[in-house]
């Protein structure tokens, strides 16, 4: 039988060894592959359940936020069998983090604001090309873009701050390829205050926030957990999140 802890940290180990998302999201799939389902529950649990200051199991954390990378990865039976295992086992954490509800709200990104509504009639191969300008009032106008592709370069383009990013992911109604354009992005789904605009936002997948959650101030998981906005199933999880940072921190000072 395998000792979990010690094949999780040995995991870790080799995760940060490699430098690219890719590669990491391959080594897992195999380490996974010897693993039963409630063993890979169980594996996950464990790292879910790392201190905030262990470096490398937060970095794994991270790296799990896009459930479509995750799935591609280990591949969606394997999903479905340590979510069923999951339950099995009482791992809440775990089964609301291979569930798959759709977001708390439905909406379809695009132009509100009056000023930048004229965009809309802009051809989309103009507006993917303006998408990589370096002006920053046309870039501005650009940031309500229905289309992913155009976000997509905004993201990429290096005049974009977090200012702009940040109108990107609180935006309400958004679409979910928007959203997970944002908390995928190499640069931005690392930012503080980006990862909460996107764990807050009720367009956001229930699955991409709890992940989120991992990485909130405890400040803010009380926000989530009182914001009616959000999926049921984000604030029951964060008020859980909660709960075992408050066991935790007696214990310590027990």
């Known amino acids: 039988m395998i000792e979990l802890d010690e094949y999780l940290s040995k995991v870790l180990n080799d995760l940060r060894a490699l430098p690219e998302e890719k ?9 996974l ?6 063993e890979a529950a169980a594996f996950f649990n464990i790292l879910y359940n790392k201190d905030a200051g262990d470096v490398a199991a937060r970095k794994a954390r991270a790296m799990l936020v896009n459930p ?14 340590i979510y069923m295992a999951s339950i099995k086992l009482g791992l809440r954490k775990i089964s609301r983090l291979f569930t798959d509800l759709p977001p708390h ?21 103009a507006r993917r090309t303006m998408s990589k300008t370096s002006a920053q009032h046309v870039l501005d106008r650009l940031l309500s873009d229905p289309d992913p ?9 290096p005049k974009i701050t977090e200012r702009e990013v940040l109108k990107i992911a609180s935006k309400r109604p958004n679409s979910v390829k928007i959203i997970k354009l944002v908390s995928g992005h ?6 503080y205050a980006v990862m909460s605009a996107i764990a807050r936002n009720p367009y ?5 926030s709890i992940a989120l959650l991992e990485m909130m101030l405890m400040q803010d998981l009380k926000k989530i957990a009182k914001d009616k906005t959000v999926h049921p199933q ?12 408050r066991a935790d921190k007696e214990d310590v000072g027990d």
């Open 186 to 191: 190499k640069k931005w789904s690392r930012r």
């Open 33 to 38: 592959a010897p693993l039963t389902p409630e």
């Open 234 to 245: 984000v604030q029951m999880s964060a008020m859980d999140l909660m709960e075992e940072r």
């Open 204 to 208: 956001t997948p229930p699955r991409i």
């Open 23 to 31: 590669m990491r999201l391959a080594l897992l799939a195999k380490r």
């Open 149 to 157: 592709v155009v976000i997509s370069n905004i993201l990429d383009n």
């Open 105 to 125: 709200k439905k909406g379809v990104s695009g132009y509100e604001e009056e000023e930048n509504a004229p965009m809309e009639h802009v051809p989309l191969g």
């Open 68 to 81: 479509d990378l995750l799935h591609n990865a280990i591949g969606a039976e394997t999903c479905k069998r």
